[in-house]
């Protein structure tokens, strides 16, 4: 972590509060290794019961959450699986409830990576390996196939990003200072930076040991 970071950490009282938003059944791997470290709070959000979160919720409805209140929300291959007209309002929700110094961390499937893949003939190459097992373009373009087959209906997809649209919809959002990414494993990755955030945070999240570019 850089010494900027460090020095916004110190600036809180700990423990800081990560909503992690679509978290699914817990697992330590699902929360991002930045938000691991000592000092920080984990509150798990997921509109599915059965995934037994903290809290019952839609992402595009946080409304158990107070305004300015959590320090940062994570949310991993998550927004896919709203309905398209509903991302803006998962963005706005995000953003409301962020402290003036708070960040969100954002990964999904980067769609362009995916139709190349899909353009070659390639659709049901295994792309990678999850926790969950092989993972295809087709299971990137419309949901983890044996999860939808298993009666996890949660888990379809119902849009998609690529670079450029992440970074427009952030910034329509309000999310100004941001940093879209392409990763190595088909996947994105999106920061979000409130007003008063340290930009040292980039850098740590970047250098955290994640898959990440």
């Given at each position: 972590?850089?010494?900027a970071a460090q020095t916004g950490s110190a600036a809180h009282a700990a423990p800081r509060t990560v909503l992690n938003v679509g978290s699914g059944p817990w697992a330590p791997h699902k929360l991002h290794p930045f938000f691991r470290t000592v000092g920080w709070n984990e509150v798990r959000v997921d509109i599915d019961p059965a995934a037994r979160p903290d809290v019952v919720a839609d992402a595009a409805d946080l409304s158990a959450f107070r305004d300015a209140?959590?320090?940062?929300?994570?949310?991993?291959?998550?927004l896919e699986h709203l309905h398209d007209h509903e991302v803006p309002l998962a963005l706005r929700e995000f953003l409301r409830v962020l402290r003036s110094d708070g960040l969100l961390l954002l990964t999904m499937p980067d769609l362009q990576s995916v139709a190349e893949m899909i353009a070659a003939g390639r659709c049901e190459d295994v792309a990678y390996v999850s926790p969950a097992g092989p993972i295809t373009p087709i299971d990137m373009v419309f949901g983890h196939r044996p999860s939808i087959a298993a009666g996890n209906a949660y888990m379809a997809h119902r849009t998609g990003f690529t670079q450029a649209r992440l970074r427009r919809m952030l910034v329509d959002t309000g999310f100004r200072r941001n940093h879209v990414f392409r990763g190595r494993n088909l996947d994105l990755w999106g920061i979000a930076l409130m007003p008063g955030a340290d930009p040292g945070v980039v850098e740590a999240l970047f250098h955290a040991p994640a898959d990440v570019p």
């Open positions: 972590m850089t010494a209140s959590v320090d940062a929300v994570w949310s991993s291959h998550n």
